[in-house]
Every structure is written in structure tokens, then in C-alpha cells.
């Protein structure tokens, strides 16, 4: 079992920057891959970014590419996400999420843990 728990969201003017942070529970983070989804209202949970297990490989959404960074630290049990140059489409409930399958994959089925959840809100 793990638990997500996520920090850092807020409210930002577009061209902001924000930094997310995920803290994972348990003692074997570095056998996860880890993402982030977001999701706003009335929508489907969208992929942001995934990276492997061994944090050698990772998977950028087309919206985020070149603006956001995902990076772990397994010794701090902990994912990041790096947010710069915020849109105001950037709006939503960001959620880290871990998969066991140590690989990225985009659908939202291939992620066991889910996070609470972290508001994200970019003015224009």
C-alpha cells in the first residue's frame, strides 16, 4: 500500500512558476513509477507526466512539454513536478498517482494510487 500525499499548489499569475511536491509512503518508492494527472470540472483526469521507476525514462503530456519537469528523489521518497510559464489552461486539481508497473503508461487505469489532490490556479 502507498499513500500520496501532495503540496505546493496555489494561486499564480500566468507566467508564473510552481513547484509540486508528492511524498510517498512506504519503502519501496523506488519500485514505482510515478505521474501526475490533473483534472478540472466536468472533465476527465488528463496525463500531465510520468516517470519510470528508475527516473531514466519519462512521459510529458503535448500541453506541458517544455514547461513542466517531473523529477524523483527515492531517498526522500518524494516526486516533484516543476511548473513554469503557467496558462490560465493550466487550472486544475493536479494529483500525483504511482504505478507498481515501474513503466510510464498515459491511460489513467495503469495507476493503482491516487493522491487527494492539490489546487492549481493561474490568472490571466
Known amino acids: 500500500q502507498v499513500q500520496l500525499v501532495e503540496s505546493g499548489g496555489g494561486l499564480v499569475q500566468a507566467g508564473a512558476s510552481l513547484r509540486l511536491s508528492c511524498a510517498a509512503s512506504?519503502?519501496?518508492?523506488?519500485?514505482?513509477?510515478m505521474g501526475w494527472f490533473r483534472q478540472t470540472p466536468g472533465k476527465e483526469r488528463e496525463f500531465v507526466v510520468g516517470?519510470?521507476?528508475?527516473?531514466?525514462?519519462?512521459d510529458y503530456g503535448d500541453s506541458v512539454k517544455g514547461r513542466f519537469t517531473i523529477s524523483r528523489d527515492n531517498a526522500k521518497n518524494t516526486v516533484y513536478l516543476q511548473m513554469n510559464s503557467l496558462k490560465p489552461e493550466d487550472t486544475a486539481v493536479y494529483y500525483c498517482?504511482?504505478?507498481?508497473?515501474?513503466?510510464?503508461?498515459?491511460?489513467?487505469?495503469?495507476?493503482?494510487?491516487w493522491g487527494q489532490g492539490t489546487q492549481v490556479t493561474v490568472s490571466s
Open positions: 512506504g519503502r519501496t518508492f523506488s519500485s514505482y513509477a
Open positions: 516517470i519510470t521507476a528508475s527516473g531514466s525514462n519519462s
Open positions: 498517482t504511482a504505478s507498481d508497473n515501474r513503466q510510464v503508461v498515459r491511460r489513467t487505469s495503469w495507476w493503482k494510487y
